[in-house]
């Protein structure tokens, strides 16, 4: 890729406080245009990554470079980069003309360009003919929607936005992903978001980074980071999934070069699964993720079975649905599973206490071992 065509590029990143490491080692690039997220639990770094993009925090070592420039000696103020934040911070006392002209007017722009720039930001933002309401009148995702434009009516290379949806309710939140991204490609600004919940990063991002404990687990589509994770942290952490620990019994090479792996569970049971990364030893300890959806329900034993099948017990029924799921007991093990339910008739009678089979294929079920989680942690 031309270098004309990255928006943002960090290099060897590091944050230290005292002796706690926020940011460690963290490179990465954003083409022009992206859509890019960091997804991690709390109190993983990507706060004060983020603050150091906008300049309010100084890295202790790397650089970081907007349009092939380092930023490291530009104050907030200078650099081309605005930022919505989960309290939007609008101005009650100004309307939202107002609120969205601020940062114009801030850099002395002429009142005629404003007032063109400013309708023409409403109108691509889908609210044309509020410019005269109070900020006290709008709904709060029509808040959301002016929080944004009075960002992007200056027209930032980057737009950074630190959990913008946090505090707006389940319904509205679900509506704004979908309307973030849609305005996202629309003004073609290059967006970094952050993020905790990673049906948000799924849903909006171009490219997605996991960060744990201050460094980046994995960076990739949500495609790549859902069905091919390549640590145990990213597997568990992105998308649902049951999780089992255990040791490596046998070893196979398949026809299509990847390995498959028998892996005997704490609790008893016999799995063969597959490996996203490097050969893993016989002998060494694993564990083993499967995500719900990839289960077969059924209510018979199967005799052309997938290579993994589990006689269970339903022990409840979580009902959303088409995301309905079964919880099950597994009779020989007593471990709890949770499967996508299926949304067929043969289904709609299931209750507690039926009796269920469970099963899926080896290569729906990965695993990882323990040396792989270090090897990741060292780089």
């Known amino acids: 890729m031309q270098t004309d065509a990255i928006d943002l590029a960090c290099e060897n990143i590091c944050k230290h406080f005292s002796e706690f490491t926020a940011v460690d080692n963290v490179s990465f690039t954003i083409p022009q245009g992206s859509f890019f997220s960091i997804l991690g639990p709390s ?16 890295p202790t070592s790397g650089d970081i470079l907007i349009k092939n420039k380092s930023v490291l000696d530009v104050p907030p103020n200078k650099r081309p980069i605005n930022m919505v934040f989960q309290h ?4 009650p006392t100004m309307n939202i003309e107002q609120n969205i002209g601020y940062g114009l007017r801030r850099q002395g722009v002429a009142k005629a360009e404003i007032a063109e720039r400013v309708a023409a930001v409403l109108k691509r933002v889908g609210l044309p003919d509020s410019g005269k309401k109070r900020v006290d009148q709008l709904s709060g995702g029509q808040r959301q929607r002016i929080a944004l434009a009075r960002c992007l009516v200056l027209n930032p290379t980057l737009l950074l936005l630190d959990e913008p949806l946090g505090a707006l309710d389940l319904k509205l939140r679900e509506q704004m992903k979908i309307e973030l991204k849609q305005l996202q490609k629309e003004f073609g600004t290059t967006f970094v978001y952050i993020t905790h919940d990673q049906s948000e990063a799924l849903v909006m991002s171009d490219q997605i980074a996991v960060m744990n404990q201050g460094k980046f687990e994995q960076v990739g589509t949500p495609h790549e980071l859902y069905y091919q994770p390549k640590t145990a942290f990213v597997a568990s952490f992105v998308g649902d999934t049951n999780r089992w620990s255990g040791v490596v019994k046998s070893s196979v090479n398949q026809e299509d070069h ?3 792996y028998q892996v005997t569970t704490n609790d008893g049971l016999t799995l063969d699964c597959v490996s996203q990364s490097s050969d893993i030893p016989v002998s060494s300890n694993v564990d083993v993720f499967v995500r719900p959806e990839a289960i077969t329900v059924s209510l018979s034993a199967m005799d052309n079975c997938l290579e993994n099948q589990l006689e269970c017990q339903v022990e409840n029924i979580l009902f ?3 995301k309905s799921q079964i919880i099950a007991i597994d009779k020989q ?3 709890c599973i949770t499967a996508a339910m299926p949304q067929t008739a043969d289904f ?29 942690a060292s780089l």
Do not use: H, I, P, W
């Open 258 to 260: 990847q390995t498959q």
């Open 320 to 322: 959303d649905g088409a």
């Open 348 to 376: 709609m009678g299931l209750k507690a206490g039926d009796a269920v089979y469970l099963s899926f294929s080896a290569k729906q079920a990965l695993s990882f071992s323990e040396k792989q989680g270090e090897m990741n």
């Open 88 to 91: 939007l911070a609008l101005f």
């Open 333 to 335: 093990s007593g471990g």
């Open 43 to 58: 109190g993983c770094g990507k706060t004060t990554l983020l603050r150091m993009l906008a300049g309010f925090e100084s």
